[in-house]
């Protein structure tokens, strides 16, 4: 079965300095990754996914994720970081074979802080 | 706005108790998806609807049931509620042809279970 996972339960950072959320991914075949921001009282909003081609895949609000294959990792990056990026980010996998009846597989979340 | 609603916001039910969460897709989606997302987890997949029929499942028993109506809204209806049922249940809706890659999701409904 496919799995990501998220290391850091909270990350802490300044703002105005880069932020990195990590993720590992463990699947068969190729993955599509993708990552979700979650504020409070409010539903998941998609950021950005990956499926083939370029390993820095650009995304809404700034933030981009770098794909790496050798690492399975695909870490959630963003060169300067904002008092309202402060939220809970999930990363997650596609699931299933079949076309259209695929779920997504979430990680735990990590929770990003970010100080004035 | 993704366009996807559910309702209501919040409710609080009592074990054992029957509860049914409702949920209208993004205008032109035709596949409703349910996701589970308990206090400090990510959202665990439920099941999946499309042309009415429950498509796949995941790993939650049959106390939890769902359906889709004809244009494409899906109820969720959990029934003999536990204490663990509480939690935050999210509607995700997309279409066929293209998978959960054009997943949009609601905002959610709470629900606790005393």
């Known amino acids: 079965a496919q799995s990501v996972a998220q290391p850091e339960d909270q990350v802490n950072v300044a703002e105005g300095n880069p932020l990195t959320v990590k993720c590992t991914y463990s699947?068969?075949?190729?993955?599509?990754l993708f990552w979700y921001v979650q504020y409070p009282n409010r539903g998941l909003q998609f950021l950005l996914k990956?499926?083939?081609?370029?390993?820095l895949v650009k995304g809404s609000y700034g933030f981009e994720a770098e794909f790496n294959k050798s690492q399975t990792s695909f870490h959630l990056k963003k060169p300067s970081a904002l008092v309202s990026d402060s939220a809970l980010y999930f990363c997650?996998?596609?699931?299933?074979?079949?076309?259209?009846?695929?779920?997504?597989?979430f990680g735990t979340g990590t929770r990003l802080l970010v100080s004035p | 706005d993704a366009g996807v609603t559910q309702s209501p916001t919040h409710l609080i039910k009592t074990r054992g108790q029957q509860v049914t969460l409702r949920c209208s897709p993004k205008?032109?989606?035709?596949?409703v998806s349910w996701y589970q997302q308990a206090l400090g987890q990510g959202p665990q997949f439920i099941f999946q609807y499309y042309e009415e029929e429950e498509r796949q499942r995941g790993n939650f028993p049959d106390r939890f049931s769902g359906h889709q109506f004809p244009n494409y809204s899906s109820e969720l209806n959990v029934n003999a509620l536990l204490l663990g049922d509480s939690a935050l249940y999210l509607c995700a809706s997309s279409l066929v042809d293209l998978g959960p890659d054009t997943q949009y999701f609601g905002p959610g409904t709470r629900l606790t279970v005393l």
């Open positions: 990956y499926i083939t081609g370029d390993n």
């Open positions: 205008s032109g989606h035709d596949t």
């Open positions: 997650a996998v596609r699931d299933g074979w079949r076309t259209g009846f695929q779920k997504l597989v």
């Open positions: 699947v068969s075949g190729n993955p599509y």
